[in-house]
Nanobody, 129 residues
Framework: QLELVESGGGLVQPGGSLRLSCTAP????????IGWFRQAPGKEREGVSC????????YLTDSVKGRFTVSRDNAKNTVYLQMTDLRPEDADVYYC??????????????????????WGQGTQVTVAS
């Protein structure tokens, strides 16, 4: 079982920034493409961003382009989601996820929940004045 741990959520005012982190205490994330997803109560989980293991493929959903960036530091075994210019509609629980195999290729059209097997517990992002 691949355990993922997200951190960095919190309360921020509109226009503010947060950086989410995703790490795996007992696995080497460097071999895995990683996805970031968000979900509001009663809604489907939405793909926000995906990054391949080597970071040569990056996907961002249209609503966050220009505001969010995804990156990874494999030496620190951590994947980041830098969020700037946050809006109230960005408020959700954010999850990072890994596929069931490091051989799963991350592409824009595979940045969807069905591609991923392992999920973190989520971190809450609240955007309010």
């Amino acid at each position: 079982q691949l355990e993922l741990v997200e951190s960095g959520g919190g309360l921020v005012q509109p226009g503010g920034s947060l950086r989410l982190s995703c790490t795996a205490p007992r696995f080497t994330l460097a071999y895995y493409g990683i996805g970031w997803f968000r979900q509001a109560p009663g809604k489907e989980r939405e793909g926000v961003s995906c990054i391949s293991s080597s970071a040569d493929t990056i996907y961002l959903t249209d609503s966050v382009k220009g505001r969010f960036t995804v990156s990874r530091d494999n030496a620190k075994n951590t994947v980041y989601l830098q969020m700037t210019d946050l809006r109230p509609e960005d408020a959700d629980v954010y999850y990072c996820a890994a596929p069931g195999s490091p051989h799963v290729v991350i592409r824009p059209n595979t940045c969807a929940p069905r591609t991923f097997l392992y999920w973190g517990q989520g971190t809450q992002v609240t955007v309010a004045s």
